[in-house]
């Protein structure tokens, strides 16, 4: 006799819990080939705002984390990441009919960009920021700082790599993230939050919704306590609009990607989301 | 004749031999504008000083036109070195010209005369001498070897520093390898005109830079033409946000500097002599036409009185008038416009509550005047604690401990910059930590320098000007360096199919940062 499985519910991320969305809703999440997998939840409107009250909360503590222990903390991802590589790779096999080979390749992919990224965690600042010679008697200094909020748009055509690859950069300077995942593979975004909270990354520092795209992000890109807009996976949206929402309250944007380089690790990434902060102070011997 | 009583001393206005009327400056020439010409006045007299060329949609046409033949067929292909040899020239003939554009600028502007010409000329040539020697020093920018200019860039800048402005604007996008074309504001094109003829001078190749005069629908149609890679915008959020809108879906690559509300934050232990007047520098500069401008002040409950008192002593002593007079303070304020701005938030200050103190001088009879005004016990909600007034308008407001300061100074969707005095150094480092405001002064205000990026956070806008930061807004990487692809070059290695053709995606507008070739994937490891 074969035993029975338990089958997982996926819910949203939110605040560090997990909660259903508030309106109720669920979508059927189905494999390559149209089996069914899960019911997903589909965030509302009120979810997206929750997840951006839970990542302001997040911001202060996370971007005033040293340097040092963010990078342990995200480097820690990876390792549990590498812990449950079977669980991942089944699920993105299930999801995306991808071969045993793809589906590693990707988990394999996705948890060395957080190793990667976690490197930078005490050293971007040395290459972004800059000691000015200025023309007097002033110590002057830049250093890049997180900009806040940042809402993300995964990309869409992968389950795992290409999450990853949107949040890790937005993380490594001290930002909150509220990310939309593949609305087509959002199950891998779901158990990849049950390693976040598993992680040591404090509650609120990365909000999962699942859902449409199409439906959530307007409300994230006309959110005025949202900072930034990471529209990497919108190509397939109205995302001039998202642009042009995003406009309202001046915040920093990066257009979408497409490709097998969508969101490919750089250090462009990191910087994208940060203010470059120039501080002056006289200089005297009195 | 008490010792506050000086004779007067007018800077001469010999020096400057102005011509009737302008043209457009375009490839080179001056040119008519096909608008209906608009006068230039000084904002301390009413008088006339010159006919300005009106730019229509058909000269902006022309601009960018210029400007694109110039960088595809001079200036991209110039070498680093021979472009810097241009801008050493051109910072050189502004120094051997400074006093003329001085005086210049002080009439057209109504700023007075010390500032323009101990402050912003001598900015104006340091500008091009800092970037000048970055022009052939571009792979160290950061953002690898080889990175590319982007092309046409549109500037449109404003009246507070119209000079200053300038060179903030055309230095590092000239150093980059870019062409330009500039509008300078409809109420002081003066300065630009006349830097204009020192272009001619340097003998920079024509169509390299294009200035082209108007008002607001010129700007307009100068950042919404195809034909511009590149905007970069100085002046109010409201128009800030209108151009965010602009290029919203373009390819084009943006840089704001809009408004700012900052706090000046003063603590029980401030060196109180210098406090005094790094409030008064920070806010009644330029007539506190700055979009830095330490317009709140956060005084610490304690010394509250103290500092009230003594702001307004000295603030008695302030000359306000003729712009030229060596000896004035506080000039003209640059329009009618700007003016019934300052007095109707000023009234609103009034009206909500807060009291208000202007220093007793005299006002001349033409022109556009403002006297130096405090307001106490402000509440932060009050408009004058929250919206830019860009005037000599100081609003004071109280605090108990560091946290209550912080929050206070950050309860502002500006972020530009931010004013500490404390005589403890690990205060003010801790404090300017938490400051969310793109420029930290600590125990001084309004300090520029061309290696210091400037900028700001929040709706303040985005992106640098000054420093390597300054410069990295004008440059991409180059193709080969910015894909350092280890995942992609993983994912193609394991047969793993995509949704898209690398090549088919370069036809949606993306950032030109990113490129998909993939042979640039396969390069190797991230970079």
């Known amino acids: 006799m074969s035993r029975l499985a338990v089958p997982k519910t996926y819910k949203l991320y939110i605040g560090g819990a997990f909660p259903r969305s508030e309106s109720g809703r669920t979508y059927e999440v189905v494999s390559a080939s149209g089996a069914f997998l899960a019911n997903a939840a589909k965030a509302s409107r009120k979810d997206a705002r929750d997840a951006v009250v839970a990542a302001r909360g997040a911001v202060a503590g996370w971007a005033g984390a040293t340097a040092y222990n963010r990078g342990q903390v995200l480097y820690r991802i990876a390792e549990l990441l590498e812990g449950r590589r079977a669980q991942f790779v089944a699920e993105i096999e299930d999801a995306e009919g991808a071969t045993r080979a793809q589906a590693s390749a990707q988990v394999d992919e996705a948890i060395d960009r957080w190793v990667w990224y976690a490197g930078w965690a005490d050293k971007f600042a040395q290459v972004a920021g800059n000691a000015n010679p200025v023309a007097g008697p002033y110590f002057n200094i830049s250093v890049p700082e997180p900009t806040g909020v940042v809402a993300i748009v995964a990309p869409q055509d992968s389950s795992l790599v290409g999450l990853v690859s949107a949040v890790a950069p937005a993380l490594v300077a001290g930002n909150a993230v509220v990310v939309v995942a593949s609305e087509r593979f959002p199950l891998s975004a779901i158990s990849l939050a049950e390693v976040l909270a598993t992680s040591d990354v404090p509650k609120g520092v990365v909000n999962v919704l699942t859902g449409s795209p199409a439906e959530i992000a307007p409300w994230l890109a006309s959110h005025a306590d949202v900072n930034a807009l990471d529209l990497v996976g919108a190509g397939e949206l109205d995302w001039v609009d998202l642009e042009f929402a995003a406009a309202d309250t001046l915040k920093r944007v990066l257009r979408p990607e497409q490709g097998p380089d969508a969101a490919a690790p750089t250090l462009d990434r990191i910087t994208a989301f940060t203010e470059t902060k120039t501080v002056w102070h006289t200089k005297s011997l009195k | ?527």
């Open chain 2, 1 to 527: 004749m008490s010792f506050l009583e000086y004779a007067p001393a007018p800077e001469s206005r010999a020096i400057l031999s102005l011509r009737d009327s302008y043209g457009l400056f375009i490839d080179g020439e001056f040119v008519d504008g096909h608008g209906t010409p608009f006068q230039t006045s000084s904002p301390a007299t009413e008088e006339r000083i010159a006919t300005i060329a009106n730019a229509n949609a058909a000269d902006v046409d022309i601009a960018v036109a210029a400007a694109r033949r110039a960088y595809d067929r001079t200036w991209s292909r110039m070498s680093g070195r021979d472009r810097g040899k241009y801008l050493f020239r051109i910072a050189r003939l502004v120094q051997e010209r400074a006093r003329e554009l001085a005086v210049a600028e002080s009439l057209d502007n109504g700023k007075p005369i010390k500032e323009s010409r101990d402050v912003d000329v001598p900015l104006v040539a340091a500008w091009f001498f800092y970037y000048a020697g970055w022009a052939d020093k571009l792979d160290h920018a950061g953002l690898g070897a080889n990175p590319r200019s982007l092309g046409v860039a549109a500037q449109v800048i404003p009246w507070n520093f119209p000079l200053l402005m300038l060179s903030w604007k055309i230095a590092p996008a000239l150093a980059a390898g870019n062409t330009v074309v500039l509008k300078p504001a409809e109420t002081t094109p003066l300065t630009a005109l006349l830097f204009a003829e020192i272009l001619q001078q340097a003998d920079l190749p024509p169509g390299v830079v294009n200035i082209i005069t108007g008002a607001g629908d010129t700007g307009a149609a100068l950042v919404a033409h195809e034909g511009v890679d590149k905007v970069a915008f100085t002046g109010s959020t409201a128009v800030g946000r209108a151009i965010a809108k602009q290029v919203a879906g373009t390819q084009k690559k943006v840089t704001l500097e809009l408004g700012g509300k900052a706090a000046n934050i003063v603590f029980d232990d401030a060196p109180i002599d210098q406090a005094i007047e790094g409030i008064v520098n920070g806010i009644f500069f330029n007539q506190g036409h700055v979009c830095c401008a330490g317009s709140r002040l956060l005084v610490q409950e304690s010394i509250h009185d103290e500092v009230v008192e003594r702001l307004k002593s000295r603030l008695s002593t302030l000359r306000l008038g003729d712009p030229l007079d060596k000896n004035t303070d506080i000039g003209a304020i640059n329009s009618a416009e700007q003016l019934e701005r300052i007095n109707e938030l000023s009234d609103a200050g009034v009206d909500e509550g807060a009291e208000r103190w202007s220093a007793p001088c005299e006002i001349p009879e033409n022109g556009f005047w403002y006297a130096p005004t405090i307001f106490t016990n402000v509440q932060t909600s009050n408009r004058i604690a929250r919206e830019e007034i860009f005037g000599p308008v100081l609003s004071v407001l109280t605090f108990r401990t560091p946290a209550e300061a912080i929050a206070k100074a950050n309860n502002t969707p500006y972020g530009l910059s931010a004013g500490i005095w404390t005589d403890k150094g690990s205060r003010i480092l801790a404090v300017a930590d938490q400051l969310r405001a793109g420029v930290v002064w600590a125990n001084t205000f309004n300090r520029f320098d061309p290696s210091s990026p400037f900028g700001g956070y929040k709706e303040s806008g985005y992106g640098r000007e000054g420093g390597r930061h300054g410069l990295a807004a004008y440059l991409a990487p180059s193709s080969a360096v910015s894909a350092g692809r280890a995942g992609a070059q993983r994912r193609l290695e394991t047969g793993e199919s995509t949704s898209a053709e690398p090549d088919t995606a370069a036809e949606r507008p993306a950032r030109p940062t990113r490129t998909r070739t993939t042979r640039a994937a396969k390069k190797g490891a991230a970079k």
